[in-house]
């Protein structure tokens, strides 16, 4: 578990800090509300009506951590990280501190972890709505908080705490975002490019990339964020069949594919299918 020093946590409840007690395994804030951790790791920050949005499911999980782990988009996650890192920088009131919003399987925020341990190690929270994908993420950074919460509702993070908020594929909330980024941190974003995975997409019924999708990223942001850089990054892999049947289920496409249509699929495949992942990396700061 993550030393509570470095963790400028809230209440989800109540907007009170929250400090840990109980040998780190419970979080309580002054008003008395308390949340413990999972046996898996992992802290519950959903409250009240909880979320509206579906999470990933554990099958949906499980061909995510499959198909990262088998390192198929290690390249992007290292770039992640090399953009990330430079925000990183010790500072008085401690370690730098990174958020992963949607986190997924940690797989990323791991990328930048390790890259940030050799100069300044970071302290680190992760945040998805999947309790599943938190599990596995709890075991990938156990010295990261990992925490069940929805992206969308205000962040349990203090005001101009965070350093770089990294968002890989996920939904993105840039109120929040700007709130919780100290002046001079980084928000870095990772979206599809045109032509991703177009080798595969309408077989395995993957949805398409929106028209204009880096005009609206850019308008979504205006109002609290300048952009500082932008990178593109291709990727030529080489996938087996189960390697499709992962990338199809492990994104939004996962909530409504069939899967016994995609087990076909898969028997139908090739031993080898040459796919095109296309990336961009973008990195905004925070208007002051």
């Known amino acids: 578990m993550p030393a509570?020093?470095?963790?400028?946590?809230?209440?989800?409840?109540?907007?009170?800090?929250?400090?840990?007690?109980?040998?780190?395994?419970?979080?309580?804030?002054?008003?008395?509300?308390?949340?413990?951790?999972?046996?898996?790791?992992?802290?519950?920050?959903?409250?009240?009506?909880?979320?509206?949005?579906?999470?990933?499911?554990?099958?949906?999980?499980?061909?995510?951590?499959?198909?990262?782990?088998?390192?198929?988009?290690?390249?992007?996650?290292?770039?992640?990280?090399?953009?990330?890192?430079?925000a990183l920088r010790e500072t008085p009131a401690g370690r730098p501190l990174v958020l992963d919003a949607g986190t997924g399987t940690g797989h990323y925020l791991r990328a930048v972890l390790d890259r940030a341990a050799g100069s300044v190690p970071a302290a680190a929270i992760g945040l998805d709505i999947s309790k599943f994908a938190l599990r596995r993420a709890a075991r990938l950074n156990p010295e990261a908080l990992n925490v069940v919460g929805d992206v969308w509702q205000p962040l349990p993070v203090a005001e101009n705490a965070v350093d770089v908020v990294t968002v890989v594929f996920a939904p993105r909330n840039p109120p929040e975002f700007?709130?919780?980024?100290?002046?001079?941190?980084?928000?870095?974003?990772?979206?599809?490019?045109?032509?991703?995975?177009?080798?595969?997409?309408?077989?395995?019924?993957?949805?398409?990339?929106?028209?204009?999708?880096?005009?609206?990223?850019?308008?979504?942001?205006?109002?609290?964020?300048?952009?500082?850089?932008?990178?593109?990054?291709?990727?030529?892999?080489?996938?087996?069949?189960r390697d499709v049947a992962n990338l199809a289920y492990m994104g939004p496409a996962g909530h409504h594919l069939d899967r016994a249509a995609l087990a076909a699929l898969e028997a139908a495949l090739p031993e080898q299918t040459a796919v095109t992942a296309r990336f961009r990396i973008s990195v905004f700061q925070p208007i002051r």
């Open 4 to 86: 509570a020093a470095d963790l400028p946590l809230l209440c989800p409840v109540c907007r009170n800090g929250l400090r840990f007690t109980g040998g780190a395994r419970t979080l309580v804030c002054g008003a008395g509300h308390s949340f413990d951790a999972a046996r898996q790791g992992y802290f519950n920050f959903l409250v009240g009506k909880g979320t509206v949005f579906e999470a990933d499911s554990a099958d949906m999980v499980a061909a995510r951590f499959d198909f990262l782990s088998a390192g198929h988009y290690q390249p992007l996650a290292d770039a992640v990280a090399g953009l990330a890192t430079p």
């Open 178 to 241: 700007a709130r919780v980024l100290r002046p001079g941190g980084r928000l870095v974003v990772v979206t599809p490019r045109p032509g991703h995975l177009a080798e595969v997409a309408g077989p395995a019924g993957m949805l398409g990339i929106e028209p204009a999708k880096d005009e609206r990223l850019a308008a979504s942001l205006g109002q609290h964020f300048t952009p500082v850089e932008a990178t593109d990054l291709d990727l030529v892999l080489d996938l087996g069949p």
